[in-house]
């Protein structure tokens, strides 16, 4: 089994679900979906392929909650 069909089974365990979010460790999808559509970055206003970013990351301290992220373009993101 490759290591995506792997995560996808994991997924869909539920004790592994509720592991994920009681760690915060997920973003919630209509957080990630309304950030993605708007399909415009954060910093430069450019438009494309954007990329959730963590302003405070995660293994710091940071959650995942809508004001701790920012949709960068690719660019602004690799030089963060």
Do not use: F, W
Request: hydrophobic letters at 35%; charged letters at 30%.
């Amino acid at each position: 089994m490759n290591t995506v069909a792997r995560i996808r089974k994991m997924l869909k365990d539920d004790r592994i679900k509720e592991s994920y979010a009681a760690q915060n460790r997920l973003i919630m999808p209509n957080i990630y979906h309304a950030m993605k559509a708007k399909r415009q970055c954060a910093k430069c206003e450019k438009k494309g392929n954007i990329q959730i970013h963590h302003i405070i990351p995660v293994s710091k301290g940071g959650s995942n909650e809508r004001s701790n992220l920012i949709a960068l373009c690719e660019a602004c993101h690799r030089n963060r």
